[in-house]
């Protein structure tokens, strides 16, 4: 501003541009005339118009430029900034840094993996999945914490490539029949049947095909062939196995009513390590609660996992706690929002 | 060690904050371009004009960083921006993850910002306008930077933060994840925001009281440039509704299409007067007022695809809130620009008068003719909107509309046109002109007469389009024939004025072939389209005009961020000989879940073979066959090609040294000095 002033400044007298303009006009009637598309007669007529805009354009003459006092430019040029630095300060984050994805995957990568939620652990699984384009096992952890992450789209997708990968394991295509059931909103479809059979093929165990291939023929009316199939299923899963105590539930539910379980979009069963990284930020913020950031994982970790009391008991005592700051509150409500 | 570790520990990336500032800045130096630029021009001081000049190129400068920031936030997937998050995704490929950056509504304001500052820069850089008109101008360029960067600022900011950014983005809707989308919408903001200068020069003519041939030359420069890349990105929207909806058609008569068909015409018209105003000191008044109605067209478009009160493809969001404060800037800069001409224009005189028949004539006819289509297609756009809003019923108004009134009104426009240039300035030959044409009328009629008799179904008015169109083709030729004389001259002398043919008079003839190839490939198109349907199994093939598409095969591929069933179908002409191998594709966007259908197009010298892929049948009679829909659009390409030809004349004429310069060139013949359009 302050450069181009001083320019202008030191620049002679302005020129009159309407004379160029119409010194030209003279020319290019000459040159219709040349080509015979302008009669004699016209010619002299349209060259006398364009003769007295040339004369009233040369005895034009316009008051002098004037450079006075530069303090005008000066104050421009000082408030500017300081205007714009009111005005960043209104809209603008100050403290807040720069955070592209690949830090925050470093940053992910050097955390304790119960300190991650399921979408951070599916980003880390995809960049993995990325730098091992030939290895099915991402392709199945990132399809696992898609599904938990409630993504069964890109679930589905992250399948269909360790498929491709590994067509003889038999724990994708169980895990490719529970996706097919979440994008159907909880119906045996006849994708989701078809991977089933396909994981019984490979592999008589798969506990997933035959949890929902029982449920069906419940479904259909054969309530005692159901019922011994899950109880034979409840024989084979491992002790440890969180699913046990589901079927349990389910296999009680069964025999006292006769009827099969409420329908409901089938959420798999979150893998232990999940549950514990959860718990251990649970207790943590119990020993050091004052943590916003952390509050607010902790309730979107448990709307992501479905457990509705607990998130509404975290959000609760969160809310307690920082009643007095409401871009605190304004986090905790946006880690309630479905996630991705 | 130590300290070199602890330096790299305190760097902290701030690059989004770096832009936001800049954009803050941006705003502070728009202000201060209008006040310095006003004071300057009440004052004639020249060091302030200049510091006005300065402050519009440092708001330039300024915006280009924010935009550079917000592309650098979306190649680096940064989801602390809330703009980013809402519309990338990491798995999203990178041109598209740039495009993001004009994807959504804050990114395309941003853009539009860019496109307003750069222009504003150009303009204060200048040194062919006097300085009265430029110090105004620059003024009211400032002002409405202010207005546009205040909004972005404040209301749709691109560079705003989350404190929690989500792990993953949603994604750019898929339908926009395109080349010629990617492209498009830099092109129309560079056309419709280019009218913002002609509209700053208008203002400032109008509050100067002089809106001679002088100023009509200056404008001419920035109208050119705004009409030809609006022309290029109406056409790039055109193209991709083309090949990426899968519908078959290029123009549906959108109201998203037609906020920016209607700038264009004006912009059009604007051309045309402008001359009027140039050469004859006539039309002052109504060229000015094209100048501002122009931007003010622009700036509808702008409300009518962000305000949500148009529901389509091309519409941006549905906030009402934002959409009023765009109406609020709609008014205040249509409200002081049309102000300004109630109370200007009045003393504005033309100089003088012109014989209905002669080139200004003809050229104040094409204004009529143009005026009243833009406010046809304004009228079918904005009744249903202001019904709706009077009432609440809900009404549409169709494609027939448009059609009929449209062509009604450009018609007449397109059968004076061969005339036009061949008439000469303030008194003309109408016979001796029309003589000129008898070769151009002879080939139009014999096309019309053609395509009645071969073509089936037939269609008078198809046909009488498709003579409409080589009529005003080959009158552009005839015309390009005349100013060099050819065969009337000696071929050495013909040669000698085609070198000499100034620029100017190139772009005018290849924008008439361009507008005369679009006619007829219109018509053609139109008219003898022909589409068809089946659910497909592999090995089953149906019937398309004369054409046969068989499924050959039917497989899944895998793209970078979806999945797609591919179909492969042979297409065979007439005798069984292979046209092409088309490979439509269904695809499924797991990142918010969309379905799109990937067009396939087999290319013919002027034809396509359109072919679409739908969902796979899963149960039932038929399962496992696809639907597939198939078009032939004979002459579509003309429909592409002579809008593209329109802009290069555009942009030839542009590329004159008088035009840019509003200087005579240095020319090696004394034919050469002077365009004749």
């Known amino acids: ?340 | 060690m130590a300290g070199r570790r602890g330096r790299s520990e305190l760097r902290i990336p701030m690059i989004d904050e770096l832009g936001q500032f800049a954009l803050a800045l941006a705003l502070a130096l728009s202000l201060a371009q209008t006040v310095l630029s006003l004071a300057a021009r009440i004052r004639r001081d020249g060091a302030l004009a200049g510091a006005g000049e300065g402050a519009a190129v440092g708001a330039f400068a300024a915006v280009a960083i924010g935009f550079l920031a917000l592309i650098h936030a979306f190649v680096s997937s940064d989801f602390s921006v809330l703009n980013v998050a809402a519309n990338s995704h990491t798995a999203k490929p990178l041109l598209y993850k740039v495009a993001g950056a004009w994807g959504s509504h804050e990114g395309s304001i941003l853009l539009w910002c860019l496109m307003l500052t750069g222009y504003g820069a150009a303009m204060a850089a200048s040194r062919r306008l006097p300085f009265a008109l430029k110090a105004s101008a620059v003024a009211v360029q400032g002002a409405l930077g202010v207005l546009f960067i205040g909004y972005m600022v404040f209301a749709s900011n691109p560079l705003a933060r989350v404190a929690l950014p989500p792990v993953q983005g949603d994604s750019l809707n898929p339908l926009l994840q395109d080349p010629a989308l990617a492209a498009h919408p830099p092109f129309l903001y560079a056309g419709y925001v280019g009218f913002s200068v002609v509209f700053s020069l208008a203002a400032a003519a109008l509050a100067e009281g002089r809106v001679d041939p002088a100023w009509a030359r200056w404008i001419r420069p920035w109208t050119l440039a705004a009409w030809s890349l609006l022309t290029m990105g109406i056409t790039l929207g055109s193209f991709w509704a083309y090949y990426e909806l899968g519908w078959g058609g290029w123009w549906a008569w959108d109201p998203v299409e037609n906020a920016s068909f209607m700038p264009w015409l004006l912009g059009t018209a604007l051309l045309h007067s402008a001359a009027v105003t140039e050469k004859r000191g006539a039309l002052a008044s109504w060229t000015a007022l094209l100048g501002l109605g122009a931007f003010i067209l622009a700036m509808m478009g702008a409300f009518l695809v962000r305000s949500g009160v148009l529901t389509s493809v091309h519409a941006f969001a549905i906030d009402p809130r934002r959409g009023i404060l765009l109406l609020v800037i709609l008014g205040v800069a249509a409200g002081a620009g049309l102000g300004l001409f109630a109370w200007r224009a009045p003393r504005l005189k033309d100089e003088a008068a012109f014989a209905p028949i002669s080139r200004e004539g003809a050229l104040f006819v094409n204004n009529v003719l143009l005026a009243a289509a833009t406010a046809t297609v304004l009228a079918g756009t904005l009744l249903p909107l202001i019904r709706e809003a009077i009432d609440g019923v809900p009404i549409s108004v169709g494609a027939p509309y448009f059609n009929v009134t449209f062509t009604a009104l450009l018609a007449p426009a397109l059968i004076l046109l061969p005339a036009g240039p061949l008439l000469a300035w303030k008194r003309a030959d109408a016979l001796g002109a029309l003589q000129r044409l008898w070769a151009a009328a002879l080939i139009a009629l014999a096309g019309a007469l053609l395509s009645l008799a071969l073509v089936s179904p037939r269609s008078a008015l198809a046909a009488a389009g498709v003579g409409l169109g080589l009529w005003v083709a080959t009158g552009a030729l005839v015309e390009a024939a005349e100013r060099v004389r050819a065969f009337r001259a000696p071929w050495s002398e013909v040669g000698r004025r085609l070198g000499g043919l100034p620029r100017g008079a190139w772009g005018m003839t290849l924008a008439h072939l361009g507008l005369g190839l679009f006619a007829m490939g219109a018509a053609f198109e139109t008219a003898w389209r022909a589409e068809a349907a089946a659910a497909l199994q592999p090995g089953q093939s149906m019937r398309l005009a004369a054409f046969e598409l068989r499924l050959a095969q039917a497989g899944d591929v895998v793209g970078p961020n979806y999945e797609a069933a591919r179909l492969l179908i042979r297409v065979t002409g007439p005798g069984g000989r292979l046209v092409c191998e088309a490979a439509p594709e269904r695809r499924v966007y797991a990142a918010g879940g969309q379905t799109t259908s990937q067009v396939a197009i087999c290319p013919g010298l002027l034809d396509d073979v359109y072919v679409t892929a739908g969902d796979r049948r899963d149960a039932g009679v038929g399962a496992g066959a696809f639907l597939v829909k198939a078009y032939w659009n004979p002459w579509v390409r003309l429909v592409f090609l002579g809008p593209l030809l329109m802009a290069l004349g555009g942009l030839v004429s542009l590329s004159d040294r008088r035009v840019r310069f509003a200087v005579p060139g240095r020319a090696r013949q004394p034919l050469a000095q002077a365009p004749a359009e």
């Open chain 1, 1 to 340: 501003m302050v450069h181009r002033a001083a320019r202008a400044a030191r620049s002679g007298p302005a020129e009159n541009l309407s004379l160029t303009v119409y010194r030209r006009q003279m020319a290019e009637i000459d040159d219709l005339a040349a080509r015979g598309l302008l009669a004699e007669a016209d010619r002299r007529g349209v060259r006398a118009e364009a003769g007295r805009r040339l004369l009233a354009a040369a005895e034009r003459r316009d008051s002098p430029l004037v450079s006075a006092s530069p303090r005008l430019t000066l104050v421009a040029a000082m408030l500017a900034p300081l205007a714009a630095l009111a005005v960043y300060l209104a809209v603008g984050a100050p403290r807040a840094a720069d955070q592209p994805f690949a830090q925050r995957l470093a940053q992910w990568r050097q955390a304790p993996l119960e300190s991650l939620t399921a979408p951070e652990l599916a980003a880390l699984m995809r960049a993995a999945a990325a730098r091992n384009p030939g290895d099915p096992g991402p392709l199945y952890y990132l399809a696992r914490y898609e599904l938990l992450s409630g993504q069964p789209l890109e679930a589905s997708q992250a399948l269909d490539r360790a498929i491709a990968l590994a067509p003889q394991r038999a724990d994708l295509w169980d895990l490719k029949g529970e996706t097919d059931l979440a994008i159907g909103s909880g119906d045996l479809n006849a994708a989701a049947r078809q991977d089933f059979q396909r994981a019984l093929a490979l592999d008589a165990q798969a506990p997933g095909a035959r949890f929902y291939l029982a449920l069906e023929k419940i479904d259909h009316g054969d309530v005692a062939g159901g019922l011994a199939d899950w109880r034979a299923l409840a024989l084979d899963l491992d002790p440890a196995d969180p699913r046990r105590a589901g079927l349990a539930a389910a296999i009680a539910q069964v025999q006292a009513t006769g009827k099969p379980p409420p329908q409901e979009a089938p959420a798999p069963a979150p893998a232990p390590q999940i549950q514990a990284m959860v718990d251990g930020l649970a207790a943590r913020l119990k020993a050091r609660p004052d943590d916003p950031a952390g509050w607010a994982r902790l309730v979107r970790a448990y709307a992501v996992l479905g457990e509705a009391d607990r998130r509404d008991a975290a959000l609760a005592e969160a809310r307690r706690r920082y009643a007095g700051r409401p871009e605190v509150l304004r986090q905790l409500d946006a880690a309630t929002a479905p996630q991705r």
